[in-house]
């Protein structure tokens, strides 16, 4: 049974840095293309960052050279590191498998003084 679990989040000052983790069971990430999206308030979800199983990483324009995108094979989990965080990149932060279209429960960031 495929299963995603993100964690993580978190309150963070303007400016400062949060990893987010997200724990894949049922399946080898390594084998799929996997993605982080995030849904800031009252507005629709949108990519962050994906890897694909040849590494091959992508990113949302808003987001590129913030963020990265990182898989640890042994131990099947998926990183989402995050730098010069603003207010604007307050939401709910999701991990995401195409393949099965499963969305993992999501985790809170809050960027806020």
């Known amino acids: 049974q495929v299963q995603l679990v993100e964690s993580g989040g978190g309150l963070v000052q303007p400016g400062g840095s949060l990893t987010l983790s997200c724990a894949a069971f049922?399946?080898?990430?390594?084998?799929?293309?996997v993605a982080w999206y995030r849904q800031p308030p009252g507005q629709e979800r949108e990519l962050v960052a994906g890897?694909?199983?040849?590494?091959?990483?992508n990113y949302g324009d808003y987001v590129k050279g913030r963020v990265t995108i990182e898989r640890d094979d042994g131990k099947n989990t998926l990183y989402l590191q995050m730098n010069n965080l603003s207010p604007d990149d307050t939401a709910v932060y999701y991990c995401?498998?195409?393949?099965?279209?499963?969305w993992g429960q999501g985790t809170q960031v809050t960027v806020s003084s």
């Open positions: 995401y498998a195409p393949q099965w279209m499963y």
């Open positions: 049922g399946f080898t990430l390594s084998e799929y293309y």
């Open positions: 890897i694909g199983a040849t590494g091959r990483r």
